[in-house]
């Protein structure tokens, strides 16, 4: 299964702080041990914070354009990789084994891809 794992924003991330070189290095081993396991085969990197971003809003045949900063740092991501892991349980097991990638508390989320046998229990593709 292929998952998007991502890092959420953190008060450090959006002000744009430059990340920790001991982190730094720190995640740079974990994503080797990523690619040896054959777990990133996807994907990755960090996102400059939210004051460099744009979101465009649809409402039927309307476009709206909002420029960055944006609100409420949980909403927000900071960083990703794509994985293909064998199950949820194993990419919890890697998740739990990353460093944590901000100078405090921080989150990391994991979401499943929708795969093609998701479309065809809904009778379509």
């Known amino acids: 299964m292929r998952v998007m794992v991502?890092?959420?924003?953190t008060k450090d991330s959006?002000?744009?702080l430059p990340p920790d070189p001991e982190m730094f290095e720190a995640m740079g081993r974990y994503n080797?041990?990523?690619?040896?396991?054959?777990?990133?085969?996807?994907?990755?990197?960090?996102l400059k914070p939210t004051k460099h971003a744009?979101?465009?809003?649809?409402?039927?045949?309307?476009?709206?354009?909002?420029?960055?900063p944006f609100g409420n740092q949980n909403d927000?991501?900071?960083?990703?990789w794509i994985w293909t892991v064998k199950d949820m349980n194993e990419a919890v097991e890697w998740v739990k084994k990353c460093p944590n990638p901000m100078?405090?508390?921080?989150?990391?989320e994991i979401r499943p891809f929708?795969?093609?046998e998701d479309f065809k229990e809904w009778g379509m593709g």
């Open 54 to 68: 744009k979101r465009v809003a649809f409402d039927g045949a309307k476009r709206a354009v909002k420029d960055g």
């Open 32 to 46: 080797d041990e990523l690619m040896k396991a054959g777990i990133l085969t996807g994907d990755l990197g960090g």
């Open 76 to 80: 927000i991501v900071a960083g990703f």
């Open 103 to 108: 100078p405090g508390a921080s989150e990391i």
């Open 6 to 9: 991502f890092v959420k924003a």
């Open 114 to 116: 929708f795969e093609e």
């Open 14 to 16: 959006e002000d744009g």
